[in-house]
């Protein structure tokens, strides 16, 4: 017997109803502790628990994810779940389930399927109610050995006296047609023909059952106020013989009805006409082993069924779908489907593990797994249906796929809108615990920064700054400095007139001196204008005063002037440019078609962020321009940052910093044990000091001192645990790479002028010494002595005063071009620069140096690129498996100390060598860019001529090269020639 549906959905609400009471015990199960506690300590006896720890485990737990959890959203999740659940329960997506169910039928896998039932059409002759007619049909069809034969034909139609007769026959049966008809009050009621007390029925054709006007099943039992129907298709199904299992054990049968397999295959149910049958007989095939169902004229049906055999284009006869759920109970190919608290179940499952997978990805993604997982579920479904005659309900699971991106989206909306705030405030926090000047973009008034900028930068007098009305040839002065906007005298303002059309026409300054543009002129004041343009585009003007002085450079003032009112104009311009776009991005209908009218929470983190940005790359640009190389390490021995000298050093040094920790570091770096690498490190780290530290020779020709310091961080109000909270309270360890070789070399370069000069001094005092005593011998030479004394003196006072001016301008930089130098260092440089291409070409270098030199003076760049230069191309010349020859010899007369002496480099090779005519030949200036060896080499000549520089160079073909450098000494007898 089956249950009618109010008692089904009774039962699964009581087995929900269990359940949850089941999973409210044990959510309250970790609180049975507290009542534990509390009876210990009104009776004072404690009770023995073996699982008192897992207990206070279970509660621990408990109470932190109670506190960390949002109930908010939990609460959400769990609403929706329960709206899936009532709508799973309550079919409210049958339609459209079934509408799916149809199509997938309908587009299925035709899999054959054996045939078990004919059709015999009786048409309404008059005939048939003769005793011949049924006596032909029935012989007919025994003859055939049909398995059975089932009159679903009115009965009165026939002649009764045989009809009595054949129903007594066993392979004869009947299964009256029962028919809804509505009784008083609207009630549906059924009713079916007289049975007759001699042959009681098989069973009944029960009528089949539509949903939205659409047939799918028929039922194989009917409950009635009086008794219960039993369709026929289940009687002959369990006693036929072709039947290998009692269709109502199958795990996908309904029980109450049954889902027709309108997909029948090649072969649908086989047609006869009785007329035919009497006429001419039937084949065997047709009726041996089958169920012959006599019923009328299929034709003639004038109400038929919508069915999704034929996807709805034409109704089939009543009885011909009768025939089709016989075939498929005896075939056992009914399509099983889910109940619906089994659907619920699944599509609880589904909904949270898309609404967890969800999470981890955005509404794009999350609509592309949407689309996935559903022709994923269809195609899963089709197989199902076409192989196993099982159909899942998947418009239901996508329902719940989708139900989960509507869920997770604004969670996940709320949970963006919590992190922006809190970023937002935190960002914000950060800026303003340090002043942060607004943007040039974003200030109200630009031009004041401009007059700031212009002011900080050049020496002018006065300066008026003129905008450009917009849609007009017209200019209005803006701002000011050092006057007032009223001093100009010029009036019409029309750059389409003089001076502004002639200033737009020159590529300099224009000068006013014939037309004064400002009121009044102070003596030996210069006035000027020049435009503001950016391409062809016009912004503004730029007048201003200059007072020259008698170091004053016109072509190189108006450069400056040039290049200083081209960036202005490009500061405007990209103003112009961000002012526009952002008028036009916070329009209410650009908003509108973008979908940003509600992200204000999302611009002010951007803004925040940039901010935040900015100062970060400019924390980035200090942190790499420092002079000296840098890398910071964490507590742990971890590299946080390092700068790009640091990456240079190490490149250099061949020290692989990102497999060292700061203990190797120090280790390696100074050359001394770990442990007393460690007991360095610790003091730093304890004592929160700064140790400096002398280095190993990392490169030739530098020296290093490693300063190792701690780094603070800001003090944080907060109280919260999070990821900035380090051991004694450092945010990290600084090593600075320090370069002490520019001060070595000043020290040495100092050391030797001095000895230079007390050199010279002492010689001057032993003249002065020999003097006074020649003049206490002789007394009679008193005025040539006195005269020699005095010449001794003066040159000490020239010597004294070149010394003077030379040591105060390099200790003070103020020399415009060259300075003291030690040119041995500069040459060692040059070597270990070549050091690899030297190597690569399969040479090497030959050089005798002496330990000490005196010093010269010239320019340091153009000293090195000469060197440079000469070995490129010596380097370039040579031939391989050969040596390169330097050679450095300070020369000076010694007879005579009151010249100077050089200082001679002489360079050579063993190579191909050129004409020695090509090689003197002058050097022509050329606007390209030269790359070759030989005319760079020819360019740092030209270079060097200005410092009293001497170079020859000679080659032959077949010989290779050879380079003389002399430079000349410095021993303060006289002037540096500049």
């Known amino acids: 017997m089956a249950q009618y549906p109010e008692a089904k959905f009774t039962s699964t609400i009581n087995r929900y109803f269990k359940r949850w009471l089941i999973a409210v015990f044990d959510y309250i199960k970790p609180f049975s502790l507290i009542l534990h506690k509390v009876i210990e300590t009104l009776l004072g006896v404690q009770f023995k628990s073996k699982k008192r720890s897992d207990f206070n485990s279970a509660n621990s737990g408990l109470h932190a994810i109670t506190q960390k959890a949002d109930w908010t959203k939990i609460i959400a999740s769990l609403l929706m779940a329960c709206f899936l659940v009532l709508i799973n329960l309550t079919d409210t997506l049958r339609l459209p389930e079934l509408l799916v169910y149809d199509k997938l039928v309908f587009h299925s896998y035709a899999k054959p399927q054996s045939n078990h039932v004919l059709l015999l059409q009786v048409e309404p002759l008059e005939q048939i109610s003769t005793p011949e007619f049924i006596d032909a049909i029935m012989q007919g069809l025994l003859a055939q050995s049909p398995s059975k034969i089932v009159l679903m034909h009115p009965l009165k139609a026939f002649d009764q006296n045989q009809l009595k007769k054949w129903l007594g026959h066993h392979q004869i ?107 001419h007989g039937v084949i065997e095939d047709l009726v041996r082993d089958k169920v012959v169902l006599i019923t009328p004229p299929i034709k003639n049906v004038t109400t038929g069924l919508t069915t999704p055999y034929n996807n709805y284009a034409e109704p089939l006869a009543p009885s011909l779908v009768q025939a089709m759920a016989l075939n498929t109970l005896i075939n056992q190919t009914d399509i099983a489907m889910l109940e619906p608290w089994q659907t619920a179940i699944v599509c609880l499952v589904l909904f949270f593990f898309y609404l967890f997978t969800f999470q981890w990805l955005n509404i794009r993604l999350g609509v592309i797994i949407i689309i996935t997982s559903s022709a994923l579920l269809l195609l899963i479904d089709w197989y199902l249906v076409s192989f196993h005659y099982f159909y899942l309900p998947v418009f239901s699971f996508i329902v719940s796929i989708i139900a989960a991106l509507s869920t ?30 607004h943007s040039f973009y974003q200030v109200d008034d630009p031009w004041n920064h401009i007059i700031v900028f212009i002011n900080q930068h050049l020496l002018l007098n006065r300066s008026i700054l003129l905008e450009r009305v917009e849609n007009d040839h017209r200019v209005k002065e803006i701002k000011s400095l050092g006057c007032s906007i009223s001093d100009i005298a010029e009036r019409r303002r029309d750059y389409q007139r003089y001076p502004y059309n002639q200033s ?83 329009k209410l209908v650009t908003k509108l078609l973008n979908f940003n009218l509600g992200l204000n929470d999302h611009k002010a983190l951007k803004t925040a962020v940039d901010g935040l940005e900015h100062r970060l790359r400019v924390m980035e640009g200090i942190f790499d321009g420092m002079s000296s190389a840098a890398i910071l390490y964490d507590l742990f021995g971890q590299i946080v940052s390092s700068n790009h000298l640091m990456d240079q050093l190490a490149r250099e040094s061949h020290f692989s910093i990102y497999d060292l ?44 001192l490693l300063r190792i310091r701690p780094i603070k961080p800001h003090y944080q109000t907060t109280s919260a645990v999070n990821d900035n909270a380090l051991p004694f309270e450092l945010s990290g360890i600084l090593f600075e790479f320090i370069n002490v070789t520019p001060i070595q070399q000043r020290f040495t370069t100092d050391i030797v002028a001095y000895e230079n000069l007390y050199s010279i001094l002492r010689n001057d005092l032993s003249s002065l010494s020999l003097c006074q005593l020649q003049l206490s ?150 606007s390209y860019i030269e790359t070759d060896s030989l005319s760079l080499f020819k360019k740092a000549v030209t270079e060097v001529q200005s410092w009293k520089v001497n170079v020859v160079s000679t080659s032959e073909v077949g010989s290779g090269f050879e380079i003389n450098i002399e430079l000349p000494v410095i021993n303060f007898y006289k002037s540096a020639e500049t």
């Open 173 to 279: 049966v009947y299964a009256p047609t029962v028919n809804k008809r509505l009784e008083d009050g609207g009630a549906v009621g059924y009713q079916y023909e007289e049975i007759p007390s001699t042959a009681p029925p098989l069973g009944f054709t029960l009528p089949s059952t539509s949903s939205f006007g659409i047939t799918r099943t028929t039922p194989l039992e009917l409950e009635t106020d009086r008794e219960t129907l039993t369709a026929f298709q289940t009687l002959i199904a369990r006693t036929d013989s072709s039947a290998q299992t009692d269709s109502s054990a199958r795990p996908n049968s309904n029980g109450d009805s049954i889902f027709i397999n309108f997909n029948q295959g090649s072969q649908p149910i086989p047609k006869y006409d009785a007329e035919k049958l009497i006429l």
């Open 408 to 437: 997770a989206i604004p969670l996940l909306r709320i949970t963006e809108q919590s992190i922006i705030e809190t970023l937002r405030f935190d960002i914000l926090s950060l800026l303003k615990s340090k002043k942060t000047p």
């Open 504 to 586: 737009l026409q020159q590529q300099i300054p224009l000068d006013l001196e014939n037309r004064h543009y400002f009121k009044e002129s102070f003596e030996g004041e210069k006035q000027y204008l020049i435009p503001l343009r950016f391409g062809e585009e016009v912004l503004g003007f730029w007048a201003f005063t200059v007072i020259p002085d008698n170091h004053w450079d016109q072509k190189k003032f108006f450069s400056n002037i040039n290049i200083f009112a081209k960036q202005i104009a490009h500061l405007i311009h990209n103003r112009q440019t961000f002012t526009y776009e952002d008028q036009i991005n916070s």
């Open 661 to 704: 920790t700061s203990l190797d570091l120090i280790s390696q770096a100074c050359g001394i044990s770990q442990d007393e690498a460690k007991r360095r490190l610790r003091h730093v780290v304890m004592h929160s000091a700064s140790i400096d530290l002398p280095l190993a020779d990392l490169i030739e020709s530098r020296q290093y």
């Open 777 to 926: 011998l002789s007394p009679d030479s008193n005025q040539q002595l006195m005269t020699q004394m005095s010449q001794t003196l003066q040159h000490s006072s020239e010597i004294l005063s070149n010394a003077e001016k030379l040591l105060n301008d390099a200790s003070n930089n103020q020399a415009p071009t060259g300075k003291l130098l030690h040119p041995l260092p500069i040459l060692k440089r040059a070597l270990l620069d070549f050091k690899e291409p030297t190597a690569q070409a399969k040479l090497s270098f030959n050089t005798v140096l002496p330990a000490f030199t005196s010093l010269i003076f010239i320019a340091e760049d153009a000293l090195d690129y000469l060197l440079k230069q000469s070995l490129n191309l010596l380097i370039d010349d040579a031939i391989p498996e050969t040596d390169i020859k330097i050679t450095l010899i300070e020369q000076q007369r010694q007879d005579d100390i009151m010249h100077s002496g050089s200082i001679m480099i002489t360079m050579s090779n063993s190579g191909y060598g050129i004409p020695q005519k090509e090689l003197s030949a002058p050097r022509v200036d050329t």
